[in-house]
């Protein structure tokens, strides 16, 4: 049985026996999804996670937070654990990344995404436990740990350097976060909506990381982007621009050491 088989399997154990495959994605990472037809729902994407703790970390956010976005994000429809597979409603429009937007129509696009973000990260209330910051920078001794002998000392001490920093920072309220706000994950629809998806990182953590990515990125060549953003985002203040300046430098870490010669021929996510 192939990869294809088993995800319209699963979509016609869970939700339609008829259901029939409309197109397959390579989708992200590796991740495989299918996109199906006909059911009640209309058409319906079928994605198998890659590991349980992606699985439940997508449901959590669909049964939570992602109902605050309302028709700017897709439906859980089904879900179960073994394997572990979302069926969610298939929302209009190609990543915002694949689109060739005149000016007007790219700042009108960034200004609804930072409405999207506003919205997800006052899903639910503000929290200050764990604490995120030593969280994080735990994860950077795991990344520096993996990386090894490939990075000189003085960038290990830069990386730790920062990481101390933010530690300072404490305590810092955590929020609904999507984790993976690129371009990539943005549609925009032949109706100029701009809708979020993949929600597969979503957990709570610091508003700020939401950033790191977009400000790395993308805002570097087109800082115009950045002003229309904000202005429906809301303006960071002087925290959440230590916060975005210290997790740029794990970002940078993590995406160089999981990074392959094919990403770089690609551009990256931009």
């Known amino acids: 049985m192939t990869d294809l088989d088993v995800h319209l399997a699963l979509c016609q154990r869970l939700l339609n026996t008829d259901a029939k495959p409309v197109s397959w994605h390579p989708g992200h990472a590796g991740t495989r999804v299918l ?3 006909p059911t009640a729902h209309g058409e319906v994407i079928v994605k198998i996670h890659r590991s349980p703790e992606r699985h439940i970390q ?22 179960t654990d073994d394997p572990p597979t979302i069926i969610i409603t298939a929302v209009p429009g190609l990543p915002l990344s694949q689109r060739q937007l005149d000016h007007e129509s ?12 506003k919205t997800l990260h006052a899903a639910e209330l503000p929290r200050l436990e764990p604490d995120w910051t030593d969280w994080l920078a735990e994860r950077a001794e795991y990344w520096i740990h993996l990386a090894g002998d490939r990075i000189t000392p003085n960038y290990r001490a830069e990386v730790r350097a920062h990481m ?6 404490a305590p810092l309220p955590a929020a609904p976060c999507h984790l993976d706000f690129m371009p990539r994950n943005m549609l925009y629809g032949d109706d100029g909506i701009v809708r979020l998806i993949d929600f597969e990182h979503s957990r709570y953590d610091l508003p700020a990381r939401d ?5 790395a990125r993308i805002w570097p060549r087109r800082p115009y982007l950045s002003r229309i953003f904000f202005d429906a985002y809301g303006q ?7 916060v975005l300046k210290h997790c740029a430098h794990l970002d940078a870490l993590t995406t160089w050491c999981t990074t392959t010669p094919d990403d770089v021929k690609r551009g990256g996510d931009v």
């Open 35 to 37: 996109r199906a037809s």
């Open 58 to 79: 997508e449901v959590h956010a669909y049964r939570t937070w992602v109902p605050a976005l309302g028709d700017r994000a897709p439906r859980l429809l089904a879900s």
């Open 106 to 117: 790219e700042q009108d696009a960034y200004r609804q995404a930072g409405q999207l973000l």
């Open 164 to 169: 101390r920093a933010l530690r300072d920072l």
């Open 211 to 215: 950033l790191v990515r977009l400000a």
């Open 236 to 242: 960071l203040d002087n925290v959440d621009r230590e």
